[in-house]
C-alpha cells in the first residue's frame, strides 16, 4: 500500500488555494453545496500525484473525516463568521479583528488535522497511477463527490454555479 505525505497535501493546500479563482470556487461549493473544502482539495492533490480516487473510495474518505469535520472544524468556522456579524455593536473592531485572527488560527489547525485524516484514509484507493492530466483525472472525481451533495434544487440538471465552480478550479491544476 502506498504512503501518502500529508504534509505534502497541505502545502499544495495553501499554494494551490492561493491561485486565481480557486479559493472562490472552493468557498462557493463550501457554502451552498455544504462541500468540504479539504475534500475538493484532496481530489485535486491526489489527481496531480497521479490518482484518480474510485467513488467508493471518496465515500470512504469522507466518512473517515465527517465526524472531525462536524464537530470541530464547522462549528469553529461558523463561531468565527458569527463574530463580526452578530457581535458588532458589543465587540469594538480591535476585539473583532483580534478574535477573528485567532479563531482563523485555530480553524486552520483544525484543517490540517482533517488533511492528515483524509490523506491517511485515501492510502487504500491509491492503488493505480495514471498518466492522465491532473484535471482530467480530477474532473469525475469532483463531480461524482459533488452528487453525494445535496442539490440546491429538486432538479437532476446539473448546477451550472457547479460546473463553472469546477472550471475554475481545474483551470488551475
Known amino acids: 500500500m502506498i504512503k501518502l505525505n500529508a504534509d505534502g497535501f497541505w502545502e499544495f493546500s495553501l499554494a494551490f488555494y492561493c491561485k486565481p479563482?480557486?479559493?472562490?470556487?472552493?468557498?462557493?461549493?463550501?457554502?451552498?453545496?455544504?462541500a468540504d473544502v479539504n475534500m475538493l482539495l484532496g481530489i485535486c492533490w491526489l489527481?496531480?500525484?497521479g490518482y484518480r480516487l474510485p467513488l467508493d473510495g471518496v465515500q470512504s474518505i469522507d466518512a473517515a473525516v465527517s465526524s472531525w469535520r462536524e464537530k470541530v472544524v464547522v462549528p469553529l468556522r461558523q463561531v468565527?463568521?458569527?463574530?463580526k456579524?452578530?457581535?458588532?455593536?458589543?465587540?469594538?473592531k480591535i476585539d473583532q479583528q483580534s478574535l477573528k485572527h485567532t479563531l482563523l488560527g485555530a480553524e486552520l489547525d483544525c484543517?490540517?488535522?482533517?488533511?492528515?485524516?483524509?490523506?491517511?484514509?485515501?492510502?487504500?484507493?491509491?492503488t493505480k497511477l495514471s498518466a492522465l492530466p491532473p484535471a482530467e483525472l480530477a474532473l469525475p472525481v469532483l463531480r461524482g463527490y459533488l452528487d453525494f451533495l445535496p442539490r440546491i434544487s429538486t432538479s437532476n440538471e446539473p448546477d451550472a454555479q457547479d460546473e463553472a465552480d469546477i472550471a475554475a478550479i481545474l483551470k488551475e491544476l
Do not use: K, M, W, Y
Not at 490540517?112 to 484507493?125: K, L, T
Open 111 to 126: 484543517e490540517r488535522i482533517a488533511q492528515r485524516q483524509i490523506a491517511a484514509a485515501a492510502e487504500p484507493h491509491c
Open 85 to 92: 456579524s452578530d457581535f458588532a455593536e458589543e465587540i469594538g
Open 47 to 49: 489527481a496531480t500525484l
Open 80 to 83: 468565527r463568521r458569527r463574530i
Open 21 to 34: 479563482n480557486v479559493a472562490a470556487a472552493l468557498l462557493s461549493l463550501q457554502d451552498r453545496r455544504n
